[in-house]
């Protein structure tokens, strides 16, 4: 059939691909990525988003409005399970790397704040004393930790040394038989509400971690106020005036930046996951609201240009969890390199961002408001493509991997 110049008209065998989709598959699950997860890991994700959708979705906006971080759901999820799940024995869950994964999209599906609260606790916190702490500082810490008992804040990051914590000025020096710590953190996840720090700081043997109980006189740690963006989190400043410790108080196993980089590339896994969480809520949020919003009597989701944005959505969700899938079965495998970390946090958390603010043009003005997600998101994700290594520095990492020429100086 043609038109009256010739042309081919449009219909609607044209502009189908004529197979209906199947029964019970997510429509949005082109790539039927989900077939990639075993039962397992399905009845897992299940498991997190009831969690998310019963806990976090309902009461999120109130929290980002209050700028207030729940402490209570610490222990709930300890009880679920969420906490150094990656972590075998000490009272950890033991769960694979896909798995803590998966439970980071979901609850960043939620929100990022409560994502990174998971992060700080396992990734950062438990994993560096898991990995370099000594046996006595494992049972004392790790079980109370996995149950949420016990909250942990891991302070690297400092006022003037954020990408380049091999210049930081938080000093510990020999005190007797113990240390004395000096100095400054900021931007530390968890401080004001932790029970323990784990702080990393200059010796005269190189760059150390110690564990100071935040009780300890001298810690003092005080929460950024007037944010913008994670505002359903604790994030805050630490100063450490003549903090004394004891001499067992160092991690025993963990000497050079090689320690505290161990613990970033643990977290940095989990935003790979995280971010496209966050991204694919916003394009499920954009997507429903286009089924429902009409505009000249018809619904949005029935014009070229809201479809080609929800397609471009899709595009880099499918393409940044398929990756994110990958990265979990190298992981698994224990194959996974630093470089190829990169790759997924630069790649997820910039597509993710963009996905978020695109999100939020196809609700229009609506979208400003906490009564849907994607700016939410979108703020968040200021943070996650900073913290943990901003694109600058993921981008020299990998720069320096292909070319073999350092430039970070």
């Known amino acids: 059939m043609t038109s009256s110049d010739g042309a081919p008209e449009a219909t609607a065998a044209a502009t189908t691909d004529g197979v209906a989709p199947v029964a019970g598959r997510d429509r949005s699950d082109v790539l039927?990525?989900?077939?990639?997860?075993?039962?397992?890991?399905?009845?897992?994700?299940?498991?997190?988003?009831?969690?998310?959708?019963?806990?976090?979705?309902?009461?999120?906006?109130?929290?980002?409005?209050?700028?207030?971080?729940?402490?209570?759901?610490?222990?709930?999820?300890?009880?679920?399970?969420?906490?150094?799940?990656?972590?075998?024995?000490?009272?950890?869950?033991?769960?694979?790397?896909?798995?803590?994964?998966?439970?980071?999209?979901?609850?960043?599906?939620?929100?990022?704040?409560?994502?990174?609260?998971?992060?700080v606790q396992g990734s950062l916190t438990m994993t560096a004393i898991h990995r370099w702490g000594s046996e006595e500082q494992k049972n004392t810490y790790l079980p109370g930790m996995a149950s949420g008992e016990i909250i942990g804040c891991f302070g690297l990051t400092e006022p003037t040394a954020g990408s380049d914590p091999a210049s930081m000025q938080t000093t510990a020096t020999r005190d007797g038989d113990g240390w004395l710590l000096n100095g400054a953190k900021r931007w530390i996840g968890l401080a004001s509400i932790a029970h323990v720090a784990v702080i990393w700081a200059a010796t005269d043997e190189g760059i150390r971690g110690f564990l100071v109980p935040t009780d300890a006189p001298g810690f003092v740690a005080t929460p950024i106020e007037r944010k913008l963006s994670m505002r359903a989190s604790v994030q805050c400043d630490i100063a450490l005036t003549d903090v004394r410790l004891p001499a067992d108080a160092i991690l025993p196993g963990a000497a050079g930046l090689r320690g505290p980089f161990t613990c970033l590339n643990e977290a940095r896994y989990?935003?790979?996951?995280?971010?496209?969480?966050?991204?694919?809520?916003?394009?499920?949020?954009?997507?429903?609201?286009?089924?429902e919003r009409l505009q000249f009597d018809k619904p949005l989701a029935a014009y070229q240009l809201t479809q080609q944005k929800l397609v471009d959505m899709l595009l880099e969700i499918q393409k940044g969890t398929l990756l994110a899938i990958h990265l979990g079965r190298l992981k698994d495998a224990e194959a996974l390199q630093p470089a190829q970390i990169s790759v997924g946090k630069l790649n997820n958390c910039r597509e993710a961002i963009e996905i978020c603010r695109q999100a939020r043009t196809v609700l229009g003005g609506n979208g400003i408001t906490l009564d849907h997600a994607p700016l939410r998101h979108a703020n968040n994700l200021e943070s996650v493509r900073t913290y943990e290594g901003t694109d600058e520095v993921h981008t020299l990492i990998l720069g320096n991997h292909i070319t073999g020429r350092p430039a970070f100086r």
Request: charged share 25%; glycine share 12%; hydrophobic share 45%.
């Open 270 to 291: 989990g935003i790979i996951w995280g971010a496209m969480g966050a991204a694919r809520d916003s394009y499920e949020a954009a997507l429903a609201y286009a089924q």
């Open 32 to 119: 039927d990525l989900d077939g990639l997860l075993s039962a397992e890991e399905l009845a897992w994700r299940a498991t997190v988003r009831a969690f998310v959708d019963r806990r976090i979705k309902p009461n999120i906006a109130r929290w980002y409005e209050d700028a207030h971080f729940p402490v209570e759901i610490a222990r709930e999820m300890g009880e679920a399970g969420f906490l150094g799940m990656h972590l075998h024995g000490y009272g950890c869950p033991g769960r694979s790397a896909v798995e803590y994964g998966l439970t980071a999209m979901e609850l960043e599906a939620g929100d990022s704040g409560l994502r990174t609260f998971v992060s």
